[in-house]
Protein backbone atom coordinates (compact mmCIF):
# COMPACT_ATOMS: atom_id res chain seq x y z
CA UNK A 1 0.00 0.00 0.00
CA UNK A 2 1.59 2.81 -1.12
CA UNK A 3 0.86 6.33 0.95
CA UNK A 4 1.31 9.51 -1.08
CA UNK A 5 1.37 12.98 0.69
CA UNK A 6 -0.48 15.36 -0.85
CA UNK A 7 -0.39 18.68 1.45
CA UNK A 8 -2.69 21.28 0.91
CA UNK A 9 -5.09 21.10 -2.05
CA UNK A 10 -7.99 22.23 -3.34
CA UNK A 11 -10.85 19.80 -3.18
CA UNK A 12 -12.52 19.79 -6.44
CA UNK A 13 -9.07 18.65 -8.26
CA UNK A 14 -8.73 16.13 -5.91
CA UNK A 15 -12.30 14.69 -6.39
CA UNK A 16 -11.64 14.53 -9.95
CA UNK A 17 -8.34 12.80 -9.49
CA UNK A 18 -9.95 9.85 -7.24
CA UNK A 19 -12.67 9.47 -9.79
CA UNK A 20 -9.80 9.02 -12.69
CA UNK A 21 -7.53 6.94 -10.12
CA UNK A 22 -10.60 4.37 -9.52
CA UNK A 23 -11.95 4.11 -13.17
CA UNK A 24 -8.40 3.48 -14.58
CA UNK A 25 -6.86 0.88 -12.02
CA UNK A 26 -6.64 -2.90 -12.76
CA UNK A 27 -6.50 -5.62 -10.97
CA UNK A 28 -2.30 -4.78 -10.27
CA UNK A 29 -2.97 -1.19 -9.75
CA UNK A 30 -1.55 -0.87 -5.72
CA UNK A 31 -3.67 0.74 -3.22
CA UNK A 32 -2.96 4.25 -1.90
CA UNK A 33 -3.11 6.27 0.40
CA UNK A 34 -3.85 9.68 -0.20
CA UNK A 35 -2.96 12.07 2.77
CA UNK A 36 -4.38 16.03 2.36
CA UNK A 37 -6.01 19.18 3.97
CA UNK A 38 -8.16 21.34 2.37
CA UNK A 39 -9.06 24.98 2.25
CA UNK A 40 -12.20 25.06 3.37
CA UNK A 41 -15.66 23.74 1.34
CA UNK A 42 -18.38 22.14 2.31
CA UNK A 43 -19.27 18.99 0.83
CA UNK A 44 -22.38 17.10 -0.51
CA UNK A 45 -22.93 13.53 -0.29
CA UNK A 46 -25.66 11.71 -2.58
CA UNK A 47 -28.18 11.60 0.34
CA UNK A 48 -27.50 15.09 0.89
CA UNK A 49 -30.80 17.38 1.29
CA UNK A 50 -30.57 21.08 1.18
CA UNK A 51 -32.02 21.60 4.04
CA UNK A 52 -28.67 20.46 6.11
CA UNK A 53 -27.00 23.85 4.67
CA UNK A 54 -28.58 26.16 7.44
CA UNK A 55 -25.81 28.77 6.52
CA UNK A 56 -24.99 30.20 2.74
CA UNK A 57 -21.64 32.02 3.21
CA UNK A 58 -18.23 32.28 0.70
CA UNK A 59 -17.69 28.58 1.40
CA UNK A 60 -18.39 27.05 -1.50
CA UNK A 61 -20.64 23.30 -1.72
CA UNK A 62 -19.59 21.23 -4.18
CA UNK A 63 -22.11 17.87 -4.76
CA UNK A 64 -20.12 14.80 -4.79
CA UNK A 65 -20.27 10.52 -5.18
CA UNK A 66 -19.98 10.05 -2.16
CA UNK A 67 -22.43 8.05 0.55
CA UNK A 68 -24.27 10.18 3.28
CA UNK A 69 -24.85 13.99 3.92
CA UNK A 70 -22.98 17.41 3.73
CA UNK A 71 -19.89 17.70 6.09
CA UNK A 72 -17.14 20.55 6.27
CA UNK A 73 -13.44 20.45 5.51
CA UNK A 74 -10.74 23.05 6.52
CA UNK A 75 -7.18 23.81 7.58
CA UNK A 76 -6.40 21.68 10.42
CA UNK A 77 -8.45 18.84 9.46
CA UNK A 78 -6.54 15.46 8.34
CA UNK A 79 -7.85 13.86 5.26
CA UNK A 80 -7.21 10.27 3.92
CA UNK A 81 -8.37 9.14 0.85
CA UNK A 82 -8.36 5.54 1.01
CA UNK A 83 -8.07 3.89 -3.06
CA UNK A 84 -8.49 0.16 -2.03
CA UNK A 85 -9.55 -2.72 -3.95
CA UNK A 86 -11.80 -4.47 -1.71
CA UNK A 87 -12.47 -7.58 -3.77
CA UNK A 88 -8.87 -8.18 -4.05
CA UNK A 89 -8.35 -7.53 -0.81
CA UNK A 90 -11.31 -10.49 -0.36
CA UNK A 91 -12.84 -8.29 2.25
CA UNK A 92 -16.34 -6.31 2.26
CA UNK A 93 -16.97 -2.75 2.51
CA UNK A 94 -18.40 -2.83 6.22
CA UNK A 95 -14.92 -4.38 7.49
CA UNK A 96 -13.34 -1.36 5.63
CA UNK A 97 -15.03 0.91 7.54
CA UNK A 98 -14.44 -1.00 10.90
CA UNK A 99 -10.82 -0.50 9.81
CA UNK A 100 -10.98 2.97 9.23
CA UNK A 101 -13.03 3.28 12.29
CA UNK A 102 -10.68 1.44 14.36
CA UNK A 103 -7.56 3.26 13.07
CA UNK A 104 -8.95 6.66 14.07
CA UNK A 105 -9.61 5.30 17.50
CA UNK A 106 -6.32 3.58 18.27
CA UNK A 107 -4.51 7.00 17.06
CA UNK A 108 -6.81 8.80 19.38
CA UNK A 109 -5.97 6.80 22.12
CA UNK A 110 -2.20 7.07 21.69
CA UNK A 111 -3.02 10.78 22.36
CA UNK A 112 -4.90 9.77 26.26
CA UNK A 113 -8.02 10.41 23.86
CA UNK A 114 -10.62 7.78 25.04
CA UNK A 115 -13.29 7.64 21.13
CA UNK A 116 -15.70 5.03 19.85
CA UNK A 117 -17.87 4.35 16.76
CA UNK A 118 -21.68 4.51 17.31
CA UNK A 119 -23.30 1.71 15.49
CA UNK A 120 -26.40 4.01 14.85
CA UNK A 121 -24.12 7.02 13.28
CA UNK A 122 -21.19 7.11 10.89
CA UNK A 123 -17.99 8.34 11.68
CA UNK A 124 -16.13 8.30 15.74
CA UNK A 125 -17.04 10.40 18.73
CA UNK A 126 -15.85 11.57 22.30
CA UNK A 127 -18.56 11.21 24.31
CA UNK A 128 -21.22 12.79 21.72
CA UNK A 129 -19.50 15.19 20.00
CA UNK A 130 -17.87 13.76 17.00
CA UNK A 131 -13.90 14.07 15.84
CA UNK A 132 -14.24 12.23 12.27
CA UNK A 133 -16.44 11.61 9.73
CA UNK A 134 -16.51 8.69 7.44
CA UNK A 135 -17.88 8.62 4.02
CA UNK A 136 -16.92 6.19 0.69
CA UNK A 137 -17.86 5.32 -2.51
CA UNK A 138 -18.01 2.07 -4.08
CA UNK A 139 -17.27 1.36 -7.84
CA UNK A 140 -16.01 -1.20 -9.85
CA UNK A 141 -14.95 -3.21 -6.69
CA UNK A 142 -13.44 -0.63 -5.35
CA UNK A 143 -13.49 2.16 -2.73
CA UNK A 144 -12.20 5.92 -2.42
CA UNK A 145 -13.16 8.95 -0.55
CA UNK A 146 -12.23 8.23 2.65
CA UNK A 147 -12.03 9.81 6.87
CA UNK A 148 -11.48 13.35 7.89
CA UNK A 149 -10.07 13.54 11.34
CA UNK A 150 -10.38 16.96 13.30
CA UNK A 151 -6.88 17.89 14.97
CA UNK A 152 -6.56 21.77 14.69
CA UNK A 153 -8.96 24.05 12.63
CA UNK A 154 -11.89 26.25 13.10
CA UNK A 155 -15.22 24.48 13.81
CA UNK A 156 -17.18 27.20 13.39
CA UNK A 157 -18.61 26.24 9.86
CA UNK A 158 -20.22 22.91 10.88
CA UNK A 159 -22.17 25.46 12.76
CA UNK A 160 -23.44 26.05 9.52
CA UNK A 161 -24.62 22.65 8.52
CA UNK A 162 -25.90 19.77 10.50
CA UNK A 163 -23.48 17.74 10.05
CA UNK A 164 -23.72 14.64 8.29
CA UNK A 165 -27.60 14.98 8.15
CA UNK A 166 -27.51 15.67 12.36
CA UNK A 167 -29.52 18.57 13.28
CA UNK A 168 -27.32 20.16 16.44
CA UNK A 169 -24.47 17.73 16.32
CA UNK A 170 -21.40 18.61 18.52
CA UNK A 171 -18.17 18.50 16.74
CA UNK A 172 -14.59 18.58 18.57
CA UNK A 173 -11.27 18.62 17.42
CA UNK A 174 -7.79 16.68 19.30
CA UNK A 175 -6.68 19.89 20.28
CA UNK A 176 -9.43 20.18 22.42
CA UNK A 177 -8.00 17.20 24.70
CA UNK A 178 -4.35 17.94 24.03
CA UNK A 179 -1.87 20.70 24.65
CA UNK A 180 -0.03 21.45 22.70
CA UNK A 181 -1.53 19.80 19.99
CA UNK A 182 0.14 17.64 17.72
CA UNK A 183 0.92 18.28 13.75
CA UNK A 184 -1.03 17.28 11.25
CA UNK A 185 1.71 15.76 9.96
CA UNK A 186 2.43 14.24 13.35
CA UNK A 187 -1.08 12.77 13.41
CA UNK A 188 -0.89 11.64 9.82
CA UNK A 189 2.47 9.17 10.46
CA UNK A 190 0.44 7.73 13.49
CA UNK A 191 -2.96 7.23 11.72
CA UNK A 192 -1.38 6.09 8.37
CA UNK A 193 0.85 3.38 10.44
CA UNK A 194 -2.60 1.98 12.22
CA UNK A 195 -4.63 1.97 8.53
CA UNK A 196 -2.33 -0.08 6.66
CA UNK A 197 -2.34 -2.41 9.90
CA UNK A 198 -6.14 -2.44 9.94
CA UNK A 199 -6.35 -2.94 5.80
CA UNK A 200 -4.04 -5.36 5.56
CA UNK A 201 -5.12 -8.74 5.08
CA UNK A 202 -4.42 -10.94 7.88
CA UNK A 203 -2.79 -13.58 5.44
CA UNK A 204 -0.66 -10.93 3.68
CA UNK A 205 1.10 -8.79 6.25
CA UNK A 206 4.05 -8.27 4.11
CA UNK A 207 2.65 -6.27 2.11
Same mark, same amino acid.
Given at each position: ?21 ? $? ?16 P??? @? ?5 ? #??? !?????I ?5 D ?25 ? *?V???? *?? !?????? $??? %?E??? #?? $???? /? ?12 ? !????? /?????Y ?10 ? *? ?13 E?? @?? $? ?12 ? %??L???? /????T? /? ?5
Open positions: MKIIHKGLVEYLPTFEAMKTFN $AGRNANTEDELWVVEHPVFT @QGLAGKP #EHL !LIRDDPVIQIRGGQITYHGPGQLVVYTMIDFKRRKT *SRNIV *SA !LENSII $ATL %AYGI #EA $AADP /KRPGVYVGERKIAS !LGLRI /KNGSVHGLALNVNMDL *SPFTHINPCGYAGMMT @QI $ADFVHPCPTLDEVA %AKTTHL /KTQLP /KADNNE
